[in-house]
């Protein structure tokens, strides 16, 4: 994937979590489970979840748990990630790693149609703060490209 592209996901990204809490004064920690995939591949659905936490960790607005930092925490308290999609999930599972905000959605593709859907919860809460999807014909690498 070209660096134009990533940086297109990036900005469409950041917009999306920086909108959603301009007016926090503290940085909140927040993790990201793993995009599901449907019709795409795993490695392509990793690819777009390791861009949008980098995306969360250059807004400077939270301290994101790193990756394998999330899976070894999860795995010692027995939690399986795989299959993790519903609002229930991600509020269990960021109430294991101790963190105020979880992400989760999924990528898919119908035909040519592909769609990126992304949540934000609040962990004590429960409450779904932010969707985004957005819909995208052609190809999985063109899906960087959807804030042009």
């Not at 070209?2 to 920086?18: D, T």
């Not at 399986?80 to 999930?89: F, I, M, P, R, Y």
């Not at 119908?110 to 995208?136: A, P």
Request: aromatic fraction near 6%; charged fraction near 20%; include cysteine.
């Amino acid at each position: 994937m070209s660096g134009n592209r990533i940086f297109a996901l990036s900005l469409f990204l950041l917009w999306f979590f920086i909108s959603s809490i301009l007016s926090a004064q503290d940085k909140l920690s927040i993790a990201v489970l793993p995009l599901e995939e449907n019709g795409i591949s795993p490695s392509e659905a990793m690819v777009l979840t390791d861009e949008l936490r980098s995306v969360l960790v250059q807004s400077g607005n939270y301290i994101v748990v790193e990756r394998s930092n999330m899976e070894s925490i999860l795995q010692e308290q027995g939690f399986q990630l795989s299959g993790c999609t519903s609002t229930e999930c991600a509020v269990e599972a960021g109430k294991l790693l101790g963190v105020n905000k979880m992400v989760a959605g999924s990528v898919g593709k119908l035909g040519e149609l592909y769609n990126i859907s992304i949540r934000m919860f609040d962990v004590e809460s429960g409450q779904i703060e932010k969707t985004v999807s957005e819909k995208h014909e052609g190809s999985v690498e063109e899906l960087l490209d959807i804030t042009n």
